[in-house]
């Protein structure tokens, strides 16, 4: 059974970098698609960004200057960075896997709140 | 990019009715290599991760009820839920892979109540 659990600090200061680690269960990381999407409070979803092993990784463009989506096949989780942070980026974070053009299996989500 | 609308925002339906939610892409989804829609369909619950219910358009995934269908084809897509169970609250949300660059884009939900 794959399984997704998403760590990282609750709260970050405006300007900063937002440090978001996925641990990945039941399957390698080394295989597979998984993605970051974040949800706003109150609000619908925002795909962040992709890796795939032996694949270009894909971002939104609209965040593409700002993120870094990495992995390590020895701990099998993926992390996402996002530097220079605003209170714009407040939201619950998801990893997920990405799977025939959807996700399929999430992790249960992280709030992330920019403030000073 | 491409923006995904659907429509209603919200609507309201009996127990035991029909439910059916729209999704219109501002460009032709595109398909998979084995000539797929990249369309996917997801439930959302309070407090809760999105649910994956349909993929590739049609395709149920494993575990959801055969009372949610997806069809749909080009730019216009249709989510529907028969006979509305008290559990099929929530919000839905259509999704596609695609584009220029590749991304994913998500509609802005649609929240169904009883």
């Known amino acids: 059974q794959v399984q997704l659990q998403e760590s990282g600090p609750g709260l970050v200061k405006p300007s900063e970098t937002l440090s978001l680690t996925c641990a990945v269960s039941g399957v390698s990381v080394s295989r597979d698609y998984w993605s970051w999407i974040r949800q706003p409070a109150g609000k619908g979803l925002e795909w962040v960004g992709r890796f795939s092993p032996g694949e270009s990784l894909l971002y939104n463009p609209s965040l593409k200057s700002r993120v870094t989506v990495s992995i390590d096949t020895s701990k099998n989780q993926f992390s996402l960075e996002l530097n220079s942070v605003t209170a714009a980026d407040t939201a619950v974070y998801y990893c997920a896997r990405s799977i025939n053009s959807g996700f399929d299996i999430w992790g249960q989500g992280t709030m992330v709140i920019v403030s000073s | 990019d491409i923006v995904m609308t659907q429509s209603p925002d919200s609507l309201a339906v009996s127990l035991g009715e029909r439910a059916t939610i729209n999704c219109k892409s501002s460009q032709i989804v595109s398909k998979s290599s084995n000539n797929k829609y990249c369309l996917a369909w997801y439930q959302q619950k309070p407090g809760q991760p999105p649910k994956l219910l349909i993929y590739?358009?049609?395709t149920r995934e494993s575990g959801v009820p055969d009372r949610f269908s997806g069809s749909g084809s080009g730019t216009d897509f249709t989510l529907t839920i028969t006979s509305l169970q008290a559990e099929d609250v929530a919000v839905y949300y259509c999704?596609?892979?695609?584009?220029?660059?590749?991304?994913?884009?998500f509609g802005q939900g649609t929240r169904l109540e009883i």
């Open positions: 590739w358009a049609t």
């Open positions: 999704q596609q892979f695609d584009g220029s660059p590749p991304m994913y884009t």
